[in-house]
C-alpha cells in the first residue's frame, strides 16, 4: 500500500482553539502580484506560497510569518523552454508525499493559443526542501482520455491516491478524477465526478475547476471554483463524500448553495480557487484563496493572493464566512513566534560573508561587495517584485537599488547601486540551486549572476557580475531581517 506522508498544513484540519494566542497580525493581499490560483504550505517553521505564472517559471516564497509572504523574494525554483510544455503555467500546487515534495501544475505549448495545449505535468523535488531543487518526472494523463486537462490536486482516500483536476467534456468544465499509483503515475482512466448543473455553477461561463481536498474527523469534502473566471460571480461549491468508490459520481453529494462568494460590501469579487493550512500551533484552519477588488476584473494577473481563518458548522461542515475587505489588518494564523521579516541579507555561500554596500554610501555608483555580516542597514536589502518574475533589490540604509554597471553584459562588470531607472539592468532573479536555500542571483538583463571576484573571502572584495560556473562563490543564501 502507498505510504503516504502529507503535511499537516495542507488539508489535514484541526478542531481551532478559542483560547489559542493569536499570531502575528496581517493584511490582505498577502501576494498583490500574479496572485491568483495560491496554494500555501506551513512546514518546519515556514509558510510557502506558490501562484500561477503565465510564464514558463514558477516562484516560491517563503517567510515564518503569513503577514511576511507579502514582501517575501519569489525564487524561482522551475523553468522550462521544453515546447510541448513551455508556456502558460498554471495553478501549481505542492504537496509532500513519500518523503519528497511534489508540484503539481498545467502548462501548454505556446503562448499565442495556450488553451487548447494546456496539460498536466508534475515535479519531484531532490530532497525534502520545499523551495526544491526540482525536476521534471512525468505528464499526467491516462491514453483513454489525453485531452485539455487543468487545476489538478491530489486526494488521499481508503489508503488510495487519487489526481483531480477540470477537463472540457460536452461543451463544459466538469470535475475529473483517476487513481494514481504513485505521486506522479495516473494509473487509470479519468471518470467525471461533478458537473456545472446549478444555476450559480453556470454564470458567464459552466464551469467545475480547482478540485481541492478537505479533511476533518474522518469526512472528506472536495472544495471547487464554479462559473467563469472572468466575473464577479465566480465562487466556491462542496461535494462531500458519501462512502463507496470515489471514482463514481454517486459517491459525491453536492451541496445546492455555494460555500463562499463575492462580498460586494467588501469590494470582494470573483473570490475562488483556493486552498488550505493550518496554523502553525495546528488549532486552526484557514483558507488561501484569489479575488478581485473589482466586479469588472477578469481572470488575469490583477487577481491578488488573500487568506483568512475559517471555522465549522454543528453539522461538521466548513463555515469559509464570508471574504473580507483588503486593508484589513487581522490576527494572524495561531502560534507564530517568529518576527516578520521587513528586509534581507544575502550570504555567500563561499565565504560566509553578506552583501554589502561599501560605506553605506548614498552616492550612485557606489560599490557593492562583501563583507563580514555585522547586522547593518547597508547589509539589509528588501526585495520588491516586478510583476515579471523578476525583483529589484533596494538597499535599507539608501533606498537606492543593486544595478549592473552601465548595462553591461560582460564578465566582470561591477554590481553597484544605483537611482531607480526601471530598466532590466536592476532587475534580478533568483534561482534555486541546491537545497538549504541556495540561490543565484541572475541579472535579468545579462543573464549573468552575482559573483565574488575570484572567490576571494576578505572583507571588501568586490561582486561583480560573471557567467554561471555552479560554485560556492557564485551562490547566496536569503535570510530574513526582524
Known amino acids: 500500500m502507498l505510504t503516504i506522508l502529507t503535511v499537516l498544513a495542507t488539508v489535514t484540519v484541526g478542531e481551532g482553539s478559542a483560547e489559542a494566542a493569536p499570531g502575528r497580525p496581517y493584511t490582505n493581499p498577502i501576494k498583490s502580484q500574479k496572485g491568483a490560483d495560491p496554494w500555501l504550505e506551513y512546514y518546519n517553521g515556514n509558510y510557502y506560497l506558490i501562484t500561477t505564472s503565465w510564464t514558463s517559471e514558477l516562484t516560491v516564497r517563503k517567510s515564518p510569518t503569513l503577514a511576511g509572504l507579502a514582501t517575501a523574494p519569489s525564487v524561482q525554483v522551475w523553468s522550462d523552454g521544453t515546447p510541448s510544455r513551455c508556456c502558460n503555467i498554471w495553478a501549481p500546487e505542492m504537496h509532500f508525499l513519500n518523503g519528497r515534495w511534489y508540484i503539481y501544475y498545467t502548462a501548454g505549448q505556446n503562448v499565442a493559443d495556450y488553451i487548447p495545449t494546456q496539460r498536466m505535468h508534475v515535479l519531484e523535488s531532490v530532497g525534502s526542501d520545499p523551495m526544491g531543487p526540482y525536476v521534471y518526472k512525468n505528464r499526467l494523463h491516462h491514453s483513454s482520455s489525453d485531452g485539455w486537462l487543468i487545476d489538478g490536486s491530489v486526494l488521499e482516500l481508503n489508503g488510495r491516491l ?22 506522479y503515475t495516473v494509473s487509470g482512466p479519468f471518470s467525471t465526478i461533478s458537473t456545472p448543473t446549478l444555476s450559480w455553477e453556470r454564470q458567464g461561463g459552466t464551469v467545475n475547476e480547482g478540485p481541492e481536498a478537505l479533511y476533518r474527523d474522518g469526512r472528506t469534502y472536495i472544495i471547487y471554483s464554479a462559473s467563469g473566471c472572468w466575473t464577479p460571480d465566480y465562487k466556491l461549491g462542496q461535494l462531500t463524500y458519501n462512502g463507496g468508490d470515489p471514482l463514481a459520481a454517486s459517491s459525491w453529494v453536492k451541496k445546492s448553495t455555494p460555500v463562499f462568494q463575492r462580498n460586494d460590501a467588501a469590494g470582494v469579487y470573483g473570490p475562488g480557487h483556493n486552498g488550505f493550512f493550518t496554523s502553525p500551533d495546528g488549532t486552526e484552519n484557514w483558507i488561501v484563496y484569489h479575488a478581485n477588488d473589482s466586479a469588472g476584473d477578469g481572470c488575469d494577473n490583477g487577481r491578488t493572493t488573500r487568506a483568512q481563518r475559517f471555522t465549522w458548522n454543528s453539522d461538521g461542515t466548513p463555515n469559509f464566512g464570508t471574504p473580507v475587505a483588503l486593508g484589513t489588518t487581522l490576527a494572524g494564523p495561531s502560534g507564530e513566534t517568529a518576527t516578520t521579516p521587513t528586509a534581507y541579507t544575502l550570504v555567500n555561500r563561499n565565504s560566509g560573508k553578506c552583501l554589502d554596500l561599501a560605506g553605506g554610501s548614498s552616492a550612485d555608483g557606489a560599490n557593492v561587495q562583501q563583507w563580514t555580516c555585522n547586522g547593518g542597514a547597508n547589509q539589509q536589502w528588501r526585495v520588491e517584485d516586478m510583476g515579471d518574475d523578476t525583483s529589484r533589490l533596494v538597499n535599507v540604509a539608501t533606498g537606492k537599488v543593486l544595478d549592473t554597471a552601465d548595462c553591461s553584459t560582460a564578465d566582470g562588470a561591477d554590481l553597484r547601486q544605483w537611482s531607480w531607472l526601471n530598466n532590466t539592468c536592476q532587475r534580478f532573479r533568483f534561482v534555486v540551486t541546491d537545497t538549504g536555500g541556495w540561490v543565484r542571483l541572475t541579472n535579468a538583463n545579462s543573464g549573468k549572476v552575482a559573483d565574488v571576484a575570484d572567490c576571494g573571502t576578505a ?6 557580475q560573471w557567467s554561471w560556473l555552479n560554485n560556492a562563490c557564485q551562490q547566496w543564501q536569503l535570510r530574513p531581517v526582524g
Open 162 to 183: 487519487y489526481l483531480m483536476a477540470s477537463a472540457n467534456g460536452g461543451g463544459t468544465q466538469n470535475l475529473v478524477i483517476a487513481p494514481m499509483s504513485n505521486p
Open 459 to 464: 572583507d571588501g572584495v568586490d561582486v561583480r
